[in-house]
């Protein structure tokens, strides 16, 4: 019997309570393996598109949904409570790139049902513990608190209903939690929360919200925001869960890491990337953290830092994400 969405809320309220929630791991790793091809980017509905449309790995919700629905059930298998939807890019300044602004809504729908169904899949097989849905919504790739007069031209107003767009869909197809991620620019995600409050209050429906944002080795984001100005910023805008995410590996992390556990009255979600990439040459992003080391650390990040939710970013692999949660297997969240 499929769960209302109230009852999956309540039961991903319990869960959080009751132990530490694992996130999925990289998407654009494992769709890269997949080796798809231009014809399967395009499929029917995009076969006569007038431009190279492969590399949008948003673009497979609805021409390759198969591996989209396999790739939720392979991090499911290792282990995730959690798994993102492939929506990342899925808004229409990001789109514009590949032409494919048009498409942002039925993107959006066609991820989160896809990931709602091979969820709910997994809650019917084991009642006793239900999986959730993610709704994944990345930068739109410009800056609007930066000088620059490209990356800075548009209006927050404009970029509120950019994401209201993209947070609609996800709603509608049935995620769980809304995850603002790989964040870069505090006012884009300031414009993200604004967007998402904006539809729960039209639609009438709430949700949690994750926002995690991405620092460099400096612990700052790209403009400048230090770990401190972002909780604070974060808090205000009454974010339900903060953290990090790309960019870096846990190392890296390791003293925002604790600021965040040490300050924040909410739970902490942590997504490093497999290290920090090097490049061999291949042309091919390598990352150095092995499934063991990486689950080393977020275990360490469990046990003594106390974070709520713990999960993978780039490089991370569905056996980056099978260690991992075996390593937090019956261990509870730090009140």
């Known amino acids: 019997m499929t769960q209302s969405r109230a009852e999956r809320i309540a039961a991903l309220k319990a869960a959080a309570r009751d132990r530490i929630l694992v996130l999925d791991g990289s998407w654009g790793v494992m769709i890269q393996r997949e080796g798809l091809t231009e014809a399967d980017f395009r499929g029917e509905r995009f ?91 990345g930068p739109s790739g410009l800056l609007p608190s930066s000088t ?48 998402i409050r904006r539809w729960m209050k039209e639609s009438g429906r709430r949700l949690p919200i994750m926002a995690q944002v991405t620092l460099d080795r400096t612990g700052r984001m790209l403009l400048g925001t230090d770990i ?27 003293d925002s890491v604790r600021y965040l556990c040490e300050r924040s009255p909410v739970p902490i979600s ?18 150095p953290l092995g499934p063991r080391e990486f689950a080393d650390a977020m275990e360490e990040f469990v046990k003594s830092r106390g974070i709520a939710i713990a999960g993978g970013c780039c490089g991370t692999t569905y056996e980056h994400i099978r260690l991992l949660a075996e390593r937090v297997k019956g261990l509870k969240p730090v009140p």
């Open 47 to 137: 076969k006569d598109h007038p431009v190279q449309i492969k590399g949008d790995n948003d673009i497979l919700c609805l021409t390759r949904p198969d591996i989209i629905a396999g790739l939720h059930d392979a991090y499911y298998a290792a282990g995730a409570d959690i798994s993102e939807t492939n929506t990342f890019s899925a808004t229409t300044i990001a789109q514009a790139d590949y032409e494919s602004e048009g498409a942002v809504r039925d993107l959006n729908l066609a991820g989160a049902r896809i990931a709602r169904e091979v969820a709910d899949r997994w809650t019917a097989k084991d009642p006793s513990r239900p999986r959730f849905v993610a709704g994944s919504i």
């Open 148 to 195: 620059d007069p490209v990356l800075s031209n548009i209006t927050f107003g404009e970029l509120v209903e950019v994401f209201r767009e993209q947070a609609a869909g996800l709603l509608d197809g049935g995620v769980d939690v809304l995850l603002i991620e790989t964040s870069q620019d505090i006012l884009e995600v300031k414009a993200q929360i604004f967007a």
């Open 270 to 287: 942590i997504m490093p990337n497999a290290g920090i990439p090097a490049n061999e040459g291949t042309g091919d992003a390598v990352y």
């Open 228 to 254: 401190g100005a972002s909780l604070t910023t974060l808090q205000s805008l009454g974010a339900d869960i903060v953290g990090l995410n790309c960019s870096t590996g846990p190392e890296e992390m390791r």
